[in-house]
């Protein structure tokens, strides 16, 4: 027989808690452990064409010749193809074997790995989106689309009070999880309806490209409604991050930022901590204020004496066409992932 909730102890919560995360862990590490063996048998075939070409002179064509033998030897297994050999060997060629054991690289999958090796000619760069992939779990295309953006200039940069509000982990964990401008200029709204379109667009559509954020984001709520003392008080979106076990609320602001936005942000955290957040085993609420533009020291002001997580970031919208259906979903695709 199951206890109820009024016999369980004070801590069980907590407890539950804890255990959840030590099986999460557990399949992590195992899942890593399996990428990272895949890695070291392309690093070691790409390692030992290398050698042979460099100790015998053995050209290009000892590729193909390879991959045939290969796939006549493993019938059925992947990975073998002449082109997927070329990767091997460049990918040996890129990083020492011992680099590919330690974090960011040993947790992308070789699709990643590759498309690093595709997309990015410098080591710095490399290391920065490899960062950057493993920390929110991209996939491929996400790692395309967020290298031809440029994100790794973009994250990490908001104007945020993490660092005074948030334990280290979870403060490191949320700045890089946000932006500091997001682009909205695919939305090709005129300028005249621009404002009403821009929030009605983001507050209806963002949901699900917010989850490619970062991974552990989970949606909790679009214009979620709050009743604080019989009054009725809606916000924009609210969302929640498993891995560090926060709420984050979101508000649009369809203007420049404005000191007292805080004040309303706040407000909105605290009737989340209040009424949604289990305080044994969550931490506080997080806000993040998109606005179309801010004074980067009015917002170092405003944030100054606030005792809650919250960051201030911009979005950039330019005159277009109206753009079609077609063009307006591949352009929301680009906004918070």
Known sequence: MLMSDKHLPADYGQWIQSIKDRVR????????????????????????ILDRQAAEGWGAKIIPLMSKDLQNAFPGAK????????????????????????????????????????????REDRIAYARL????????????????????????R????????????????????IRDSYDFTFLGLEKRTRENKVRQTLVEKVARFMLDLGAGFTYAG???TLDVGGDAFRLDLLFYNVRIHRYFVIEIKTRKFKPQDIGQLSFYMTAIDEQVRDKQVEGQTVGILLCKSRNRIVVEYALKNVNQPIAVSTYELEKMGIASPQVLTDGLAKLLS
């Open 25 to 48: 862990n557990a399949q992590f590490r195992a899942m890593v452990a399996v990428n990272v063996e895949l890695m070291l048998l392309y690093w070691d075939i790409g390692r030992a």
């Open 222 to 224: 679009q214009e979620r």
């Open 79 to 122: 990975g073998f193809s002449a082109r997927n050999l070329g990767y091997a060997k460049r990918f040996a060629e890129a990083w020492g074997r011992d680099e590919i054991l330690q974090e960011p690289l040993a947790k992308l999958s070789w699709f990643n790995q590759v498309t690093l090796l595709e997309k990015i000619s410098t």
């Open 133 to 156: 992939a493993a920390d929110n779990g991209w996939s491929r295309s996400t790692l395309v689309r967020e290298i031809a953006n440029n994100a790794a200039a973009n994250f990490g």
């Open 158 to 177: 908001s104007a945020n009070n993490f660092a005074l509000t948030m334990p280290i982990a979870d403060s490191e964990a949320a700045i890089r999880a």
